[in-house]
């Protein structure tokens, strides 16, 4: 049951990082965060946006693993909304290596860095491009229909795999039409 206080009254007193703030996911993420009580440190690849909150900002790639290792050892984060993506959705064939590069590098590096760092929650959302079942009935695996799709269903996979093998406590999340 909800209480009164929502999605962030547990949160008072966490460190929470949000990657990939300056997105559509991160900038309205960082507007209910507001007031939780929450130390938030929001992160992306560019620049603060304008709006951004001051002094709680810190530009990083985290495709690279040396960024993400630094970005957790100087926070502490408690909790990640790992919301990094490049979100390319054509089929072209550039694509697949800049849905790599965007969107499981970092989403790899932050599970290393969460394994490493002993966070208490890793959210990471996934999304309704995936293929649902990933294998049919006869375990033929079902093939995703973008580079984007591709890197979302092995991004979800990671997530699973860390939190089975390593014991990274993840949640992964299936988003379906968040845009309105």
């Known amino acids: 049951a909800r209480t009164g206080g929502g999605m962030s009254a547990g949160l008072a007193g966490q460190r929470v990082l949000v990657a990939g703030a300056s997105g559509f996911y991160g900038r309205n993420l960082l507007v209910r965060l507001a007031g939780s009580g929450a130390e938030v440190l929001a992160t992306s690849r560019g620049p603060a946006p304008p709006g951004a909150p001051a002094g ?17 050892a100087a926070f502490r984060p408690q909790i990640v909304f790992h919301l990094t993506s490049a979100s390319l959705g054509g089929l072209e064939r550039a694509n697949v290596r800049a849905s790599v590069a965007a969107d499981l590098l970092p989403t790899l590096n932050v599970l290393e860095a969460a394994a490493e760092a002993g966070v208490a929650r890793v959210i990471l959302p996934c999304s309704m491009e995936e ?7 006869a375990g033929e695996l079902a093939v995703p229909e973008t580079p984007y799709a591709m890197s979302k269903l092995v991004t979800g996979l990671y997530g699973r795999f860390f939190a089975a093998r390593y014991g990274v406590p993840v949640a992964v999340l299936r988003c379906f039409l968040t845009y309105g």
């Open 131 to 137: 293929p649902f079942p990933v294998a049919d009935a």
């Open 56 to 72: 709680a900002w810190h530009q990083a790639d985290l495709a690279d693993p040396a960024q993400t290792a630094a970005l957790f």
